[in-house]
């Protein structure tokens, strides 16, 4: 998915005249908001911590290794109405069941 972006100007002083007059604009982009997700993996459960806009805190979230608990991460990372990136610090294979499912669901 392409995100769209916001494009604005900024105005920078004019260091010669010691004016601020519009003198020079740089075009900058800024991304729209993601959700960041970071999966800390082991064998029997996963340690997730979660920052979205507009959250005053990051959130922990403990899934266990077993396909109730994938359903119910991947709904609600999915009502969060943003575009989710996920990282995971992988140990040994343990990530690729969640891996595998997560992605089968959209996420990228």
Same mark, same amino acid.
Do not use: C
């Given at each position: 998915?392409?995100?769209? *972006?916001?494009?604005?100007?900024?105005?920078?002083?004019?260091?010669? %005249?010691?004016?601020?007059? !519009?003198?020079?604009?740089?075009?900058?982009? %800024?991304? *729209?908001?993601?959700?960041?997700?970071?999966?800390?993996?082991?064998?029997?459960?996963?340690?997730?911590?979660?920052?979205?806009?507009?959250?005053?805190?990051?959130?922990?979230?403990?899934?266990?290794?077993?396909?109730?608990?994938?359903?119910?991460?991947?709904?609600? !990372?999915?009502? !969060?109405?943003?575009?989710?990136?996920?990282?995971?610090?992988?140990?040994?294979?343990?990530?690729?069941?969640?891996?595998?499912? !997560?992605?089968?669901?959209?996420? *990228?």
């Amino acid at each position: 998915m392409v995100s769209p *972006e916001v494009s604005y100007i900024v105005s920078v002083p004019n260091i010669h %005249t010691r004016r601020d007059e !519009l003198t020079m604009t740089i075009m900058q982009s %800024t991304p *729209e908001a993601f959700v960041w997700v970071a999966i800390d993996v082991a064998k029997d459960r996963h340690e997730a911590l979660i920052e979205a806009p507009g959250w005053r805190s990051r959130k922990r979230v403990r899934v266990q290794n077993a396909a109730g608990d994938f359903r119910a991460f991947a709904e609600f !990372l999915h009502s !969060l109405r943003f575009p989710v990136r996920i990282g995971f610090e992988p140990t040994s294979n343990y990530h690729r069941a969640l891996a595998y499912f !997560l992605h089968s669901q959209g996420f *990228e």
